[in-house]
């Protein structure tokens, strides 16, 4: 009887493990909404149309881009942590969702508990642009304006405690200079009214001014990384003029915490092939965005250590936001 008995709880256990393979194999079978938590034309919406298209075209499966821009993300990410962890929601998102539970005392949602990250997908690397009008062709150049004006330099960002807010604040405090804060609803709008002349200046991810640069409305300045970059070889970095400044981000994408570790890890196999694909990654690295993938232990791994470091950051940037 006892062996009857044990014979059926491991029958049980061996259904259950087969029935989350069997949803995973059958994984997606309708439609994924990818939720992206900025305006269309920034860093994170490029990266997740790029990379959720090549993935439908691999799954035979629709992935529907859904921006929904606002609160430096908040909005987006509110929205994905309270869908069903089914794995027909999964989110696009950058740092900000880690340094935000650093910058917001209440948010809906918790950073870490409330979603599984499935991989980063690019590194982003941050160029600071100026609009040709501000007569300033160096970081030095434009460091001896701001003392000399403090407030009057105008810096665009995709809004209140996002990564351009934090990058520049950080370099402000670091060179000792005053600028003002104008927020936009992502980085797409903010990039299109610095070109537009609303504001003077941009640190920012190169994917969002790309166009601009080319067409010679703005004019770059330097890159964020400790060496120079690839792209913009005769660029130099902040930091050859601001000493130990360095701003590198990641896109990520997550899921409802509790959704299937099976889908979880199927999304996350079909990302690999997705950002290695020569077409993706051709296409990210053409846009300043470096392809990136992680194991999804190894992402949780990281968004652990990156908590720390954003509080770190949050905490010498200064920034307080209204709660």
């Known amino acids: 009887m006892q062996l009857i008995r044990m014979m059926g709880v491991c029958t049980g256990i061996a259904l259950l493990a087969c029935g989350g393979t069997v949803r995973a194999q059958a994984y997606p079978s309708k439609p994924v909404r990818v939720v992206v938590v900025f ?25 529907i881009i859904d921006n929904r821009a606002g609160a430096s993300g908040t909005i987006g990410a509110t929205i994905a942590a309270r869908s069903p962890p089914d794995g027909y929601t999964v989110m696009v998102y950058s740092t900000t969702l880690i340094a935000s539970a650093h910058l917001y005392k209440k948010l809906p949602y918790d950073a870490l508990k409330d979603f ?13 642009g100026v609009h040709p009008s ?33 990058a520049t604040t950080l370099f402000a405090n670091m060179a000792g200079i005053r600028l003002t804060h104008v927020p936009y609803k992502g980085g797409g709008p903010a990039g299109v009214a610095l070109a537009g002349g609303e504001t003077q200046m941009m640190l920012t991810p190169i994917s969002e001014l790309l166009p601009h640069l080319k067409s010679g409305r703005l004019r770059p300045i330097a890159v964020s990384t400790t060496q120079r970059y690839a792209m913009y070889p005769n660029l130099p970095t902040i930091g050859e ?15 409802p915490a509790g959704t299937p570790r099976a889908i979880v890890e199927k999304l996350n196999a079909e990302l690999k092939k997705a950002v290695a694909d020569p077409g993706v990654a051709g296409n990210l690295t053409a846009q ?8 999804v232990d190894e992402f949780a791994t990281l968004l652990k250590s990156e908590y720390k470091k954003y509080g770190d950051i949050v905490k010498a940037s200064g920034i307080t936001l209204p709660q």
């Open 39 to 63: 305006a269309p034309g920034g860093a994170t919406d490029i990266v997740g149309r790029l990379v959720y298209a090549k993935v439908g075209e691999q799954l035979n499966q629709q992935f």
């Open 288 to 295: 300043a965005l470096d392809p990136m993938h992680m194991g």
């Open 116 to 128: 599984t990250g499935i991989t980063p997908v690019a590194r982003l690397v941050l160029i600071l």
């Open 241 to 255: 003029t601001v000493k130990g400044y360095e701003f590198t981000s990641w896109m990520g994408t997550f899921a």
């Open 134 to 166: 501000l007569p300033v062709r160096s970081i030095k150049e434009l460091i001896t304006l701001a003392k000399a004006r403090p407030n009057d330099v105008a810096y665009a960002t995709a809004g209140v405690g996002a990564l351009q807010h934090l």
